[in-house]
């Protein structure tokens, strides 16, 4: 079982993961394998430089900041190079599910639902916090400004189309017990 | 006209009468009478007069100061020969003196005050040796005292507005001295944490700056510093923000149990000099968690996280999160 989590920036949905993994479930970090293919797989590589240009390339390896303000001003281009990156994500993911043994696997993407790769999920999980809550860890932990993240929160599907789609939503505002919340979803999901 | 003239006619009649003849001789026999009835009587002891004296308090101890002055005068019944008093009267006299060193041994440690006449020899010491001091007014002086103490203070510098987002001070303001000896009333000393440069815009037009910068010092009665200004001296650097993750350090777990954090790291961020960003190591920093009272609070959810060992090159430090959830479980 494929059970997909997700969650706006600064929610929390890495901690959350982090508990899933110590009860002994498998996590796929998305967002990690992605960056990691962006770095090692030379055919994407390519394809990337012919979308954008050679100048994304940094010592012969994909400049990310580069490439984010390249496709983040231009949605044309942004969808033709999810175009590329997803598939290459995707089939990566089969890759590794294939080697999984455990009753259900969590995948853990940022853009779940942005990407339509919730579509391949058989449970959702998302992580919420009160907005207020978010930009402050989000600041406190990068340094960036309360109108970048406001910016990127934007890009971003609303909270509230997130926790529609969801089959079990986490709350993390600091007064709720990630852990108890984590033991009640594994709980069901073993269960299922 | 008849009305004015009258009173002038009385005078000249006794003023012919004293002056003139045989009554001039016995007029001044008179005034001498008088005169001598009058040294007779002042001469005598046995007069009992209150005399207001001006007071000064002396010897008061090195560590001790007035919160408020007290009586300043004080009456005192004494009983002396007439001339004596007349003396007192009539002349001013420099003040009294109370011997703090004497009085506040016998001073009430709380209260603070003085029954005067308990010690009226303190007053009758002072004044003439015919004089006998019956009672002092008023009879309680109370003493306002404050301890005098001295302590070191650290100075800050007061900057304003920061002058660019992308400068910044290189390295600590270099303040010269850096601490001041304040001296003064316990209760006024007690609330003096540290002392504030007057406020100083930067520019960072030029790449450091010295200046003599002006102490704000506190108002209060006693206070005494041993510096009113300092000498600043600051170097600016292009400054850029910067992350690390860092583990956070379990300390105090008894040995018997295993920890996990979620999560295990903190995301750190911090302000360092461009020309120091090589130079910080995840190593610099220490985010720790004490977990020796994890057995005593059981119904815990959280572990509070704690910082030390910041290097002094790195200013704006923050760290998220400043708590963890964590799952306890024999080894």
């Known amino acids: 079982m494929i059970v997909g989590i997700t969650g706006g920036i600064g929610a929390g949905k890495s901690t959350a993961s982090e508990i899933f993994a110590f009860l002994g479930v498998p996590i796929y970090e998305a967002d990690f394998h992605s960056k990691n293919l962006l770095d090692t797989d030379k055919e994407l590589q390519s394809s990337l430089m012919e979308l954008l240009g050679t100048d994304i390339s940094k010592n012969g390896l994909i400049d990310r900041a580069k490439m984010a303000s390249i496709i983040f001003s231009n949605n044309d281009l942004l969808e033709k190079a999810n175009a590329l990156i997803h598939p290459k994500v995707a089939n990566h993911f089969k890759e590794w599910l294939s080697l999984q043994d455990f009753p259900y696997i969590i995948k853990e993407a940022a853009i779940l639902f942005e990407s339509g790769s919730y579509k391949n999920c058989d449970q959702v999980i998302v992580v919420t916090a009160p907005k207020d809550l978010r930009i402050t860890r989000v600041m406190a932990r990068s340094g960036i400004s309360r109108e970048e993240i406001l910016a990127r929160m ?27 919340q984590v033991l009640k979803i594994h709980k069901s999901l073993l269960n299922n | 006209m008849m009305t004015t003239k009258e009173p002038e006619n009385k005078w000249t009649q006794l003023k012919t009468f004293v002056t003139e003849g045989s009554n001039r001789v016995k007029f001044y026999f008179i005034l001498i009478s008088v005169f001598l009835w009058f040294l007779s009587k002042l001469s005598k002891d046995g007069y009992t007069a209150v005399v207001e004296f001006p007071v000064k308090y002396v010897n008061i101890s090195a560590d001790k100061s007035f919160g408020r002055i007290p009586n300043d005068k004080i009456k005192v019944s004494i009983n002396s020969p007439g001339f004596t008093i007349l003396k007192y009267k009539l002349r001013s006299f420099s003040s009294l003196k109370i011997d703090l060193s004497k009085v506040e041994k016998k001073l009430d440690p709380r ?31 109370y003493f306002d005292f404050n301890k005098l103490v001295k302590k070191k203070v650290a100075v800050r510098l007061k900057l304003k507005e920061a002058f660019s987002k992308d400068l910044g001070i290189y390295g600590k303001p270099i303040l010269k001295p850096d601490s001041v000896l304040v001296s003064g009333p316990e209760s006024l000393i007690s609330k003096i944490k540290f002392l504030e440069t007057e406020p100083i815009e930067l520019k960072g037009d030029k790449p450091s700056l010295k200046k003599q910068l002006d102490l704000v010092l506190p108002n209060g009665k006693g206070l005494s510093f041993s510096v009113e200004e300092v000498d600043v001296s600051l170097e600016f650097s292009k400054m850029t923000e910067a992350s690390m993750s860092i583990p956070i350090e379990i300390v105090g777990l008894p040995e018997k149990y295993k920890l996990k954090l979620f999560p295990e790291n903190v995301k750190l961020t911090y302000k360092v000099a461009i020309r120091d960003y090589e130079k910080v190591r995840a190593s610099d920093f220490r985010i720790y968690t004490d977990c020796s009272d994890i057995e005593s609070n059981s119904d815990k959810r959280y572990l509070t996280l704690k910082s030390s060992n910041y290097p002094d090159f790195i200013e704006s430090i923050h760290f998220d999160p400043k708590r963890v959830e964590f799952i306890l479980s024999a080894k």
Do not use: C, H, M
């Not at chain 1, 529609?164 to 986490?170: C, D, K, S, V």
């Not at chain 2, 005067?116 to 002092?136: A, G």
């Open chain 1, 154 to 180: 934007d890009k971003q599907w609303p909270e509230e189309k997130k926790l529609e789609l969801a089959n079990f939503i986490i709350q993390n505002d600091g007064n709720a017990s990630l852990i108890k």
């Open chain 2, 111 to 141: 209260n603070s005050y003085w029954l005067t006449n308990s010690d009226l020899s303190l007053i009758d010491n002072q004044l003439d040796p015919e004089v006998e001091v019956r009672s002092i007014s008023p009879d309680t002086v």
